[in-house]
């Protein structure tokens, strides 16, 4: 088959990313005819080389320009049903990628792409975003959740051939740059290439028996317009669905769950509305570990939030999914392609190109969030992917003088607008940028300098 077709450290803590092993796998890329790269004729049975994704850089560069946001919002479906295919090994092609705990180890004798490996998944628990920086925090099912994050092997590759896996190496670049004194916009590590992708996944906990209530984001703010909106946390949403994994109660019917914090009325839905995966005796003991002692074998875990972003253009794509039991409703469900199929049809879509483009939910910069994991933020739900991941720079940026005690970093506060670190800022003077990637920040080291 053809390719194309150590934990993480925040505020000094170590957290570490654990793996549950099942079958063998083969290394799945987007098959052809998914439109990557975009605008790629893949009649000729040829696989796409560099000049390709120059050319869907082009054109995707060209839709930006002319505002033609559907066929962005096109372009950004179906790479999504591209890496959600089913592979014959019976999971999603996505989960064949390279999980951060292997990549991050650095180079290893491992299989060739078209070659069987073993198959794993990488959870971590949640406290990259901010939460549990002092210890384990006790979540109740359905709150409780786990990350993943996975490369490409495009992606892979080059974090090994960099060596981006060392600390040491963004610490000798920033020497050398210090020595030199490059115009600010060359401090940078070397560009990833084009067809590099990374993702990031977010499962929700789900007990084997009984309902278990999920809070679902209807995008109902408190004031639209307002400049700084609250935190937005899922327990504050005003609606919930009841997951039933026995298939026991009609979907649909309302019945009472605990929602936030209170009891509400509440529509059933079966586990086959989510990407899931079920707990056993291999994987128990690492999922205990990551979410806490209330994982029992037969419980299940469900994929409610997957970002992707996609080196298809200078600043990364950024497409972010999140499960709706309504999910042919409203903004966020348009322009889906019909190539998503099965339970990934239960997912709606933000995609963004531009940190400033389209205008956002309050008339301003560009936003792109996803409400299970950027809403629990102070101005969360303003916040856009790409603003964010600029500000992945060695070393980190200050801390801003009115910021949150824990800033993550530098990522908060949340800002948005090409305004806020463009490549000639001062700021970036003394520093590295990191091609967007805080993982290449955050997982090297213990710390964020």
Known sequence: MNAFFKGLALGGLLI??????????????????????????????????????????????QFLQQNNFGELRRHGWEVFAGLTQQAPEGHANWESWFIAEQVFAGPTPAPLSDQPRSFKRSLEPPRKLGIGLGGPVALAPGQSFAFSVL??????????????????????????????????????????????????VSWRHIKRSGLTAIPVWDNDLPNPTAPVLPALP???????????????????????????????????????????????????????????????????????????????????????????????NGEFASDRSPKVTGVWKNYLMDVGYSRDVPAGGDGKANDIMNPYIEARFPNGVRSNCMTCHARAVFPRLPPEPNGPGQDICGALPVTRGSSDLPSSDPRLSTRVRLDFLWSVLLRPAETCN
């Open 16 to 61: 570490f990313t654990h793996s549950a092993n099942a079958q063998n796998t083969l290394y799945r890329p987007i098959p052809p005819g998914f439109d990557f790269p975009a605008g790629y004729d893949f009649s000729s049975g040829k696989p796409p080389g560099p000049a390709d994704f120059d050319n869907g850089e082009k054109r995707l560069l």
């Open 151 to 200: 490369f490409n092997q495009p992606a892979r590759d080059h974090i090994w051939t960099e060596r981006l896996f060392e600390r040491a190496t963004v610490v000798n670049l920033l020497s050398n740059l210090n020595q030199t004194n490059p115009p600010i916009e060359k401090r940078t590590i070397k560009d990833f290439p084009r067809d590099s992708i990374a993702l990031k």
């Open 234 to 328: 899922e327990i504050t949403w005003k609606r919930c669905v009841a997951v039933d994994p026995t298939g026991a109660k009609p979907e649909g019917e309302v019945v009472l769950a605990q929602c936030g914090f209170e009891q509400r009325p509440s529509s059933v839905v079966h586990l086959n509305r989510f990407y899931n995966f079920q707990v056993d005796n291999q994987n128990v003991a690492v999922l205990k570990s990551v979410i806490g002692d209330e994982v029992n074998v037969g419980d299940y875990l469900v994929l409610v939030a997957f970002h992707y972003t996609t080196k298809e253009i200078p600043e990364w794509i950024w497409g972010t999914f999140w499960w709706h039991d309504k999910p042919t």
